[in-house]
C-alpha cells in the first residue's frame, strides 16, 4: 500500500521553538506539497517542490522554510513557532503528469502555546 | 490564487435524506477533484471530472463539472453515516490544486 507519512501526528510547542514536521512518501512522485488546514479555510498551500533541493512558496509562505534534500523527503521547518501557527499540516505528493492526483499523508497537529 | 467556494459550510442531515453540495469559482480549471476527509485522516480523492457537463457516478454519489469547468456538484442520494466527513474539492491547474473552503457533513443514524 503506497504512502505518505508524517512522523509527528501530535506536537505542542512553546512561542519561540523551532519545529520540524517530517514528511516522507514510499511512491517515487516528484512533487511534493505542504498545506496548512483551518476551519472554514479549506487548505491553503504553504510550499510545494518539484524536484530535489528545488523549492517553490505557495499561498502563505511566511514564517516557514522547506527542504527537499531526497526525492522522497519533504520537511516543513518553523524557525521560530509562533502561536497563530496552531493548526493541521497535510503533507501530500503527485506524479509530475497530467493525471494529476494528490495523496496526503494523516497530518499534524501542531500546537503552539 | 484561484478562490473555490463551498456551500453550504456545514450540513447535518438525517440517514437516508438526499443532499448536494456546490463549488463555485470565477476560474477555469482544467479538472475538478472532490476529496473526502475523515477525523484524524488526510483527504481521499473520491472522483476527478475533466470536461465541461461531466457527470460521473460513484454509488450513491454523483458528481457535475460545471459547463464552463468554473464549478462542480456533489449530490448524496440516501445519505449513510459512513459518509459523514468533510468533503473537499479542488481546481487542477497544470500541477497546482486550489482548494475548496470545504463542507463538513455529518449524517445522523
Known amino acids: 500500500d503506497v504512502k505518505v507519512t508524517q512522523s509527528s501526528r501530535y506536537l505542542v510547542k512553546r512561542t519561540g521553538e523551532k519545529v520540524f514536521l517530517e514528511c516522507v512518501q514510499d511512491?517515487?512522485?516528484?512533487?511534493m506539497f505542504w498545506y496548512r488546514q483551518d476551519p472554514g479555510l479549506g487548505l491553503r498551500l504553504i510550499y510545494f517542490?518539484?524536484?530535489?533541493?528545488?523549492?517553490e512558496k505557495g499561498d502563505i509562505p511566511e514564517g516557514y522554510s522547506v527542504s527537499r534534500e531526497k526525492k522522497e523527503r519533504f520537511s516543513l521547518i518553523l524557525e521560530s513557532a509562533s502561536t497563530n501557527q496552531t493548526s493541521m499540516y497535510l503533507c501530500?505528493?503527485?506524479?509530475?503528469?497530467?493525471?494529476?492526483?494528490?495523496?496526503f499523508g494523516a497530518g499534524s497537529r501542531l500546537t503552539v502555546l | 490564487t484561484q478562490l473555490l467556494e463551498q456551500s453550504p459550510q456545514f450540513l447535518s442531515i438525517q440517514e437516508g435524506e438526499n443532499l448536494t453540495v456546490y463549488c463555485n469559482s470565477s476560474?477555469?480549471?482544467?479538472?475538478l477533484q472532490w476529496y473526502r476527509q475523515e477525523p484524524g485522516e488526510g483527504p481521499v480523492l473520491l472522483v476527478t471530472?475533466?470536461?465541461?457537463?461531466e457527470v460521473k457516478k460513484l454509488k450513491r454519489l454523483t458528481f457535475q463539472f460545471g459547463d464552463a469547468r468554473k464549478d462542480s456538484s456533489l449530490h448524496i442520494t440516501a445519505a449513510q453515516p459512513g459518509d459523514t466527513g468533510l468533503y473537499l474539492c479542488?481546481?487542477?491547474?497544470?500541477?497546482?490544486?486550489?482548494f475548496g473552503t470545504g463542507t463538513s457533513l455529518t449524517v445522523i443514524p
Open positions: 511512491m517515487d512522485h516528484e512533487n
Open positions: 479542488a481546481g487542477v491547474l497544470g500541477n497546482q490544486f486550489y
Open positions: 476560474s477555469v480549471f482544467s479538472s
Open positions: 517542490s518539484y524536484d530535489v533541493k528545488m523549492k
Open positions: 501530500a505528493s503527485s506524479f509530475w503528469s497530467g493525471a494529476n492526483v494528490l495523496t
Open positions: 471530472v475533466v470536461t465541461g457537463g
